[in-house]
């Protein structure tokens, strides 16, 4: 059993930054994906970003790239996720996903947290 957890959602302007983590129990948690996806209200859950198991390779949803970063800790089993200029449409509750392998993906996942409320005014 793997349990997720968010943290560090809030409220910011426009233009600001928020950095989202991730913690993750386990053992192996080096061994698998994870990514991090979004629901806005009224919209259906969107892939963000996603890390490979080794954390050497990552992979953007075009909405969010050059300002989104995606990284990972393999000793404090933690991913954490980055979001710089951010625009009112990143407003929504982001979840950390933990995927069935260690190879990047967007859609298999079979753990997910609670979720974390970000929130961006104009």
């Known amino acids: 059993q793997v349990q997720l957890v968010e943290s560090g959602g809030g409220l910011v302007q426009a233009g600001g930054s928020l950095r989202l983590s991730c913690a993750a129990s386990?053992?192996?948690?080096?061994?698998?994906?994870m990514g991090w996806f979004r629901q806005a209200p009224g919209k259906e859950r969107e892939f963000v970003a996603a890390?490979?198991?080794?954390?050497?390779?990552?992979y953007y949803a075009d909405s969010v790239k050059g300002r989104f970063t995606i990284t990972r800790d393999n000793v404090k089993n933690t991913v954490l996720l980055q979001m710089n200029s951010l625009k009112p449409e990143d407003t929504a509750v982001y979840y950390c996903?933990?995927?069935?392998?260690?190879?990047?993906?967007?859609?298999?996942?079979?753990?997910w947290g609670q979720g974390t409320q970000v929130t961006v005014s104009s």
């Open positions: 996903a933990k995927g069935r392998t260690a190879i990047i993906t967007i859609r298999d996942y079979d753990y």
């Open positions: 890390i490979s198991g080794s954390g050497t390779r990552t």
């Open positions: 386990g053992r192996t948690f080096g061994n698998y994906v």
